[in-house]
């Protein structure tokens, strides 16, 4: 019998994510060959030889986490919201100035560094919306950084394209062509864009929101990923300034409005959608339209009013949702473990009991929920025969674990805080024993703050 390239043997735990949530006790393992898993068993199975083995010992096993909604280069400005800013025009306003500086080295330098971050929370597939493009060609740098440091990445190419003078909240020479906007891509749908279900690199349209995007881009983005079969994302439903702005030039609420424009289709999906009424939450249940719930950003500056995102509610009218961790000005952080750890308490704070959201509920979205929202149900977020062997394992035997008397998925998002022990992606290593694979991290910070710098000097 052929040898399998790597076993990862004697588990605690593993939670599969599989349809029925199963979970495989007291010494689970799982073997993997080609990038993909080949087969799962319990501790008295027997086991394939391996070219590698990893002992698992005293650690639960999970899917890699999806994220599904990120703004990678907004670490370089991250931790820094001035005192008094109220609404997201005037939180606009405040960063636009710096971003607008972007340059290539920032692009290449913030997307490793966000990456790297990811990854030590146990992400294994990132989503980066990228709407600001000061330069050309800023989503392949961004592509090849994530190629280069081994992540699945869903490359969202994002767009203003309503500049001040139209109305646009953005500042003058921010706003895109929308021919340019158009014709770029689908340029990198042609070069980057990967339909196969092992795919490193996707790419999906993003017009950021109705308040700086054009409804013709919206309109043809929706065409193009119809005719090329990519996904669509945007910015909808998340702040107060957005359903004033809306109500005013369209008559109608942004989630009437995107449904007008064509975008209430199964390759949608939607970051924040704080402010759904039931009748939208059911037409969007109806069309099979994802939302990504980003916790963190909903909070962080004393809540948005009504929010945070009522995550019960949606799913109870079945809707699928997601974990993002948006951008790190929003959230400050780009951990996956502490967005799904936020997204379980503000479900139960929200609905006043701990029935609202299990630890395994939150865990199923950072894996089913946003696999599916990026269009990789069955291949990716699930630990099941021929998936894709993107896994991280976490050690349950050190001192925030200590005395827990539930099962371990309860235990990593109820107890922490938490960092991925080793995690692969498609069975190479990302992360081994708590580091990072081939990182200088030292020499990486070191990068990126000096960028860092230059962008924050342009604040107003």
């Not at 190629?147 to 500042?171: H, K, Y």
């Not at 936020?342 to 630890?359: H, I, K, P, Y």
Request: charged content about 20%; hydrophobic content about 40%; proline content about 4%.
């Amino acid at each position: 019998m052929t040898k399998v390239d790597l076993l990862i043997w004697n588990a605690n735990s593993i939670a599969t994510m599989n349809d029925a949530r199963e979970i495989i006790r007291d010494g689970g393992w799982i073997a993997i060959h080609d990038g993909l898993i080949v087969q799962i068993g319990a501790g008295n199975d027997s086991q394939p030889e391996a070219k590698t083995v990893v002992d698992a010992t005293g650690c639960l096993i999970t899917p890699g986490l999806v994220n599904s909604h990120q703004h990678l280069y907004q670490n370089l400005t991250r931790s820094m919201k001035p005192n008094g800013v109220t609404g997201l025009t005037e939180w606009f306003w405040t960063y636009f100035p710096m971003w607008k500086e972007l340059d290539e080295e920032a692009i290449r330098t913030s997307v490793r560094l966000g990456l790297f971050e990811l990854a030590l929370s146990g992400c294994t597939t990132a989503t980066d919306h990228e709407y600001i493009h000061p330069f050309p060609f800023l989503m392949d740098a961004a592509i090849e950084e994530a190629v280069e440091v081994g992540m699945r990445l869903m490359a969202v190419r994002g767009s203003m394209t309503l500049g001040p003078e139209q109305g646009g909240v953005c500042l003058p020479g921010m706003a895109e062509g929308e021919e340019d906007v158009i014709a770029d891509c689908i340029r990198l749908i042609e070069k980057w864009h990967d339909p196969k279900a092992s795919a490193m690199v996707q790419v999906a349209l993003g017009p950021s929101n109705l308040m700086s995007s054009t409804e013709t881009v919206f309109t043809r983005s929706a065409e193009i990923a119809k005719k090329y079969g990519v996904r669509l994302h945007t910015h909808i439903a998340d702040d107060p300034d957005e359903t004033e702005y809306v109500l005013e030039h369209f008559g109608k609420t942004p989630l009437e409005v995107l449904e007008v424009l064509g975008w209430f289709t199964e390759a949608t999906w939607c970051a924040h959608v704080v402010y759904p009424s039931d009748m939208e939450m059911q037409r969007l249940a109806e069309s099979g339209v994802s939302v990504a719930h980003c916790p963190s950003a909903t909070v962080i500056d004393g809540g948005l009013p009504g929010g945070p995102t009522p995550v019960r509610d949606l799913l109870n009218a079945g809707v699928n949702v997601g974990i993002g961790c948006d951008g790190a000005t929003a959230g400050d952080h780009q951990s996956m473990w502490m967005e799904t750890k936020t997204a379980l308490l503000l479900s139960r704070l929200r609905e006043g009991t701990v029935q609202a959201m299990t630890a395994m509920d939150a865990l199923w979205l950072a894996t089913r929920g946003s696999a599916k929202a990026l269009g990789r149900e069955g291949n990716i977020g699930q630990l099941s025969i021929r998936a894709n062997a993107d896994i991280a394992m976490w050690r349950m035997d050190g001192i925030a674990y200590a005395g827990s008397l539930v099962d371990d998925v309860t235990a990593l998002l109820q107890g922490g805080p938490a960092q991925v022990w080793s995690s692969w992606v498609g069975g190479v290593p990302l992360v081994q024993e708590g580091n990072l694979v081939g990182v200088d991290v030292s020499a990486e910070v070191a990068r990126h703050t000096k960028s860092a710098h230059r962008l924050q000097s342009f604040s107003q």
